[in-house]
């Protein structure tokens, strides 16, 4: 991937990049097309499939993950995407002898709060693989969703930080009609959860409407009582997080505003799902 990704620079060609964990839906062609924006019809999009073992703790679902690489290779066919980079673990984390793994990349400041707090070793397998496969592929620009807010500025702060020579787009969240922010965990959801999982983006319009109707700024501490109050009306709903902050630093507001960005993980039934949104 390296040697090609080298030889597209050399003759100066954009690459855009989207880097997954495959089992892909309509929000990663999203990614798709708007990297094939990015890089005009003489670049190249490059779509990387790789569940990556160092971004799941140990009680966390990487073995159950869904893969279907078939589909996700028809998908990028259909997508438009020219190069899909399909690595292994063994390739990525060699795990014996003079190649063994042992760099890590941290980022230490966002990294500390929501999915950090509840998932400790989450963002470090994040900024590794992101580092890694910046140094495979060579993008030009990458374009990360939003759906998975933090990450995706993190992403950025490595970025600067590290000085990688790359521009980082962030994609908006695509939903499903009743709201459901895509995401390849849907799948885990019975069909009963599934009708309970719109709590997340109704939480998010609620908090919307008391934060632009409010004449004043409103207390998070209150808006997440209320908000918790309104998912814990679902029965299989169990709140891991909510949090409200400034959307860049993701530093933490104790009033809430229109403009401010609201995150939140809740667990239905077995199936942990995020959604942000700016209010
Ligand atoms: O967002 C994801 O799917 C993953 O966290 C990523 C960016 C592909 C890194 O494994």
């Known amino acids: 991937m390296q040697a090609l990704a080298l030889d597209l620079r050399r003759k100066n060609t954009q ?55 078939a589909r996700d290779a028809r998908l990028c066919r259909e997508a438009g995407v020219d190069i899909m980079f399909v690595p292994t673990a063994a390739q990525m984390y060699p795990k014996q002898g003079r190649k063994e793994f042992s760099t890590f990349v941290v980022e230490e400041k966002l990294s500390r709060s929501m999915e950090g707090l509840s998932r400790p070793t989450h963002f470090r ?59 390849s965990r849907n799948q885990y959801l019975s069909q009963d959860e599934r009708r309970q999982a719109t709590i997340l983006w109704r939480a998010i319009c609620r908090a919307k409407e008391i934060v632009r109707s409010a004449s004043k700024p409103v207390s998070a501490h209150l808006l997440k009582q209320e908000l918790a109050m309104l998912i814990s009306t679902q029965p299989a709903a169990q709140v891991d997080y909510i949090e409200f902050f400034q959307s860049d630093t993701l530093d ?22 995020i959604d942000n949104a700016k209010l």
């Open 125 to 183: 397998g994040v900024t590794t693989v992101v580092a890694k496969l910046f140094n495979l592929v060579l993008p030009t620009v990458a374009v990360f969703g939003a759906k998975d807010w933090q990450q995706a500025m993190i992403v950025r702060r490595m970025v600067a930080d590290l000085n990688f020579p790359v521009r980082i787009v962030v994609a908006p969240t695509v939903r499903e009609p009743d709201g459901l922010a895509m995401s």
């Open 252 to 273: 933490p507001l104790e009033e809430v505003e229109p403009g401010a960005h609201i995150a939140m993980a809740v667990r239905i039934g077995r199936t942990r799902l």
């Open 15 to 69: 690459i855009g990049f989207v880097p997954t964990m495959g089992f892909l839906h309509k929000g990663h062609l999203r990614l798709m097309a708007r990297a094939r924006q990015l890089v005009g019809n003489n670049g190249v999009v490059v779509a990387s499939v790789f569940v990556n073992p160092t971004q799941f703790g140990p009680a966390e679902d990487y073995s159950t993950y869904p893969r279907d690489l």
